[in-house]
C-alpha cells in the first residue's frame, strides 16, 4: 500500500471517529444523566419550592432514570416511582398507597440561582 494512501485511510478513520463524538455531543441532545445523592437532592429541592400552580405535585419513592439536556442551563427528565402528595419531596414511609410512574422536568441554571419544575406528569 503506497504511504499516500494509507495517510488518506488514517485521516478518514480519523474524521469519521470525530464525527461521532461531536454528534453524540450536540448541545440540545437528550443524554443520560448521572443517578447519585446530588441529583437526587436536585430533585427533592426542586419539588419542595414547586410552584402551586403546576397540576401534580408528587413525592417520589424512587428515580429509576434519569436524563439531561445541556441548553442555557440543564434540563433534567426525571423517571420516577411515586404518588401525588400535599407535601412534595421525598416520599415519607406509608405516603404512597397507589404508587405511579411519573416524568419530572426541571430547569436549573446554578449560576443565576434558578431551579423549577417545568412539569410532572403521570406516565402510567
Not at 448541545?27 to 437532592?41: H, S
Request: hydrophobic share 40%; proline share 4%; with cysteine.
Amino acid at each position: 500500500m503506497r504511504p499516500a494512501t494509507l495517510l488518506f485511510h488514517i485521516m478518514l478513520l480519523v474524521l469519521l471517529t470525530m464525527s461521532q463524538a461531536a454528534t453524540y455531543h450536540l448541545v440540545g441532545q437528550w443524554m443520560p444523566a448521572t443517578k447519585n445523592t446530588a441529583t437526587e437532592n436536585l430533585l427533592i429541592e426542586a419539588l419542595q419550592k414547586q410552584n402551586p400552580s403546576i397540576k401534580s405535585r408528587v413525592c417520589f419513592t424512587e428515580v429509576t432514570a434519569i436524563e439531561q439536556q445541556i441548553v442555557n442551563g440543564i434540563h433534567f427528565r426525571y423517571h420516577v416511582r411515586g404518588c401525588e402528595t400535599d407535601t412534595p419531596g421525598r416520599c415519607n414511609s406509608g405516603t404512597c398507597t397507589n404508587e405511579k410512574k411519573f416524568d419530572v422536568e426541571l430547569f436549573t441554571q446554578p449560576w443565576a440561582d434558578i431551579l423549577q419544575v417545568m412539569s410532572a406528569v403521570n406516565v402510567q
